[in-house]
C-alpha cells in the first residue's frame, strides 16, 4: 500500500511538504502521480514523476509552485508546495503504477490521503 502524510493546517504563502511511503513493493521502476480533490469539486492531477527517469508531468495551473520528487532508498515519493493559498485547501492523494506517466495515467495502487488546509 501506499500511505500519504504531512498534510497539515497552513497559513496562506506557507510551504508544507507531503510524503508517499510505500510498502510492500518497491517505488524503484513505479511512476507516482499525485492529485487533490477539495470538498465539492472533482478530483484534480497535479502531476508525476515516471519511474524509469524521473522525468516530471505538472499540471499548468500548478507549475512552478508545486515539485515532485522520488528518492528510491527511502522508498518514498513527496510533493513540495510552496505559496500556498486557500484554494490550495483539499485532501492530497499519492498513486503508483509501474513505468512512467503522463497526466492522463490510470493509476493501479491508491493512498487514502492527506488534509491540507491552509488558512490564517
Known amino acids: 500500500p501506499l500511505v500519504e502524510s504531512g498534510g497539515d493546517l497552513v497559513q496562506p504563502g506557507g510551504s508544507l511538504r507531503l510524503s508517499c511511503a510505500a510498502s510492500?513493493?518497491?517505488?524503484?521502476?513505479?511512476?507516482i502521480g499525485w492529485f487533490r480533490q477539495a470538498p465539492g469539486k472533482e478530483r484534480e492531477t497535479i502531476g508525476c514523476i515516471s519511474g524509469s527517469d524521473g522525468t516530471t508531468h505538472y499540471a499548468e495551473s500548478l507549475k512552478g509552485r508545486f515539485t515532485i520528487s522520488k528518492h528510491n532508498a527511502k522508498n518514498t515519493a513527496y510533493l513540495q508546495m510552496d505559496s500556498l493559498t486557500p484554494e490550495d485547501t483539499a485532501i492530497y492523494y499519492c498513486?503508483?503504477?509501474?513505468?512512467?506517466?503522463?497526466?492522463?495515467?490510470?493509476?493501479?495502487?491508491w493512498g487514502q490521503g492527506t488534509q491540507v488546509t491552509v488558512s490564517s
Open positions: 498513486a503508483a503504477e509501474w513505468g512512467d506517466c503522463s497526466m492522463w495515467t490510470l493509476y493501479e495502487f
Open positions: 510492500g513493493f518497491r517505488l524503484d521502476y513505479y511512476a
